[in-house]
């Protein structure tokens, strides 16, 4: 899933100093997640059905 072509957004809630910053990726039928502060790091890759399950919950915190 992750390319030079990948196009990574941080999210709106990331602090401006960077310290708890997370980036996502969607494409056709999944959604990645990294730390964007290590670019190059672990990507987790889940389901865009299993992504709208996860932003659901955090929308009810």
Known sequence: MASSRTVWRKATRSTVEGDNCV??????????FRDSKDPNGPVLVVSRRDFGCFAQVLKNL
């Open 23 to 32: 980036e996502v990726a969607g494409a056709s039928r999944v959604v990645a």
